[in-house]
């Protein structure tokens, strides 16, 4: 018979063999789970990436939704999951600055593709000189290219779930087609002189260009960052009342105290809900997901400013 080994020996190679099994654990889960680690920073992004991406990929959202990317402060969670992802789907066009900063760090290898910048973006100005607005989402047809991006950044990362993408992104485009249109209807039942836009930020330029709203004014422009003076809050509240503008719009990511005190100085009707702009809503809110959001923004601000607001009817084609 053979000796049998020494107990100590036993007991190191059965150590050495869980250090291996846990030196690389983002490799391990991809090979129990074959499926690839995918993160994106917005709540939009994450909902666009979890409808084509379905239960083929593993999905981390890094902001919640109600978080405002423009000032978000990363956390050591956040770049954990940036470390261990294949793929990195970002807005881009200084959305998030913050996350933007942590994912050019020297620990983050994954690929990194700006979703928003496949959009031909519409600018601002900012500091006496142009930047490209980011709220690209605003416009139905936009997402629908950033849908479709989203696909093939997808398919290049999984290749043998290209069928699974592609139909997913194909149905979810057929709602964006949809609700476009729908959108435009609504829009058009608010009496053209009252078609007037005013927000708490800037958000909402690519919605009012694509849809025939005019952005009257907003409190602060592109970046939440920016603190309204008292001398900007007067100046919108005397737009305001110019203008007669019936109602103006609070935001569910900005506090609403400074856009409550312009509507109490212009003598206006502040909107009842609040509109989604940087953020999705909670999960089971009325805006959980994209296309809620808009729906929901669509009728607060076909109800507020005087137009007929009729039901949202999915019909998916035959």
């Known amino acids: 018979l053979s000796p049998s080994p020494h107990p100590w020996f036993t007991t190191a190679v059965v150590i050495l063999g869980l250090y291996l099994n846990g030196c690389d654990t983002t490799n391990q889960n991809q090979t129990i789970n074959n499926k690839p680690n995918i993160v994106a920073t917005s709540t939009i ?24 990317p423009h000032v978000y402060e990363p956390v050591p969670a956040d770049n954990i999951a940036l470390e261990k992802a294949d793929l990195i789907l970002y807005n881009g066009y200084n959305l998030e600055p913050g996350l933007i900063k942590l994912m050019n760090s020297a620990g983050v290898k994954a690929k990194k593709f700006a979703v928003g910048e496949v959009v031909q973006p519409l ?36 290749p043998k779930d290209e069928q699974e993408f592609t139909e997913n992104a194909a149905q979810l485009t057929t709602e964006l087609e949809q609700l476009d249109t729908w959108i435009t209807q609504q829009i058009k039942t608010i009496p053209e002189n009252q078609r007037q836009l005013v927000t708490t930020h800037d958000a909402f330029q690519y919605y009012a260009r694509a849809y025939g709203l005019d952005v009257a004014g907003t409190l602060i422009g592109i970046s939440t ?23 103006i719009f609070a935001e569910t990511t900005i506090n609403p105290a400074l856009i409550t005190t312009v509507a109490q100085e212009a003598g206006v009707k502040l909107a009842p809900q609040q509109l989604y702009s940087d953020s999705i809503g909670a999960p089971g809110s009325e805006g959980d997901t994209y296309v809620k959001m808009l729906v929901v923004n669509t009728r607060t601000i076909v109800e507020a400013l005087g137009g007929k607001y009729t039901t949202f009817d999915l019909k998916y084609k035959q």
């Open 45 to 68: 992004i994450a909902d666009w990436t979890e409808q084509v991406g379905g239960d083929e990929i593993e999905l981390t959202g890094i902001l919640k939704p109600g978080a405002d």
């Open 123 to 158: 600018d601002f100005n900012y500091q006496g000189k142009k930047e490209p607005d980011p709220h690209v989402w605003g416009d139905a047809e936009n997402a629908i290219k950033m849908v479709n991006a989203i696909r093939d950044r997808l398919i290049g990362i999984s």
């Open 225 to 247: 960052e920016e603190q309204p003076s008292a001398q900007t809050v007067k100046t919108l509240s005397d737009s305001i009342k110019k203008a007669k503008v019936p109602a």
